[in-house]
């Protein structure tokens, strides 16, 4: 599963980064920045915590491709976007097999709730809390790459 910011958090954002002819460094912030939010989300109580088993889920969270106009996040777990959209998943043979309270467990289907860690609504829209915490490590890079006197 893989996001791409491509258009900057704000207005304000984007008309600060235009001034950059090289937005790479600006756009690795913000992925670093997407992937340290969606990382607290497994250690934060009032995020609605993701199932966590071995913590693999959160420890593949990365920055892939850096353009000079997008960063994209992955994530390369196939269990990825079923945690953070929900789903219902169907046998694909005459039952799924899982463990539950010690006890062997055979169903049909099952429907997994959402368990968001990324900050993105269902619309894949970022959420406020998202957007400033992204928006300020990019505002701070920028400021960084100015010259000095221009800041």
């Known amino acids: 599963m893989s ?3 491509k258009d900057g958090i704000s207005p304000e954002l984007t008309k600060m980064a235009k001034r950059f002819s090289n937005r ?9 920045s997407l992937v340290s939010v969606s990382q607290e989300a497994f250690r934060n109580p009032s995020f609605k915590q993701p199932l966590m088993g071995s ?12 353009t000079n106009n ?9 269990y990825a976007a079923i945690h953070q959209y929900g789903g219902k998943i169907v046998a694909k043979g005459k039952s799924l097999h899982f463990m539950m309270g010690g006890k062997d467990v055979f169903v049909k289907s099952v429907v997994i709730p959402a368990r968001p860690y990324m900050p993105f609504d269902d619309n894949g829209t970022m959420t406020p809390a998202g957007q400033k915490r992204v928006g300020r490590a990019t505002k701070a890079k920028m400021k960084a ?3 000095p006197g221009t800041r």
């Open 55 to 66: 913590g693999a889920l959160r420890r593949a969270l990365r920055v892939g491709a850096v």
């Open 24 to 32: 790479r460094p600006i756009l690795k912030v913000m992925g670093a």
């Open 145 to 147: 790459m100015m010259p």
């Open 70 to 78: 997008a960063v994209t996040v992955s994530v390369d777990r196939v």
């Open 3 to 5: 996001m791409r910011i």
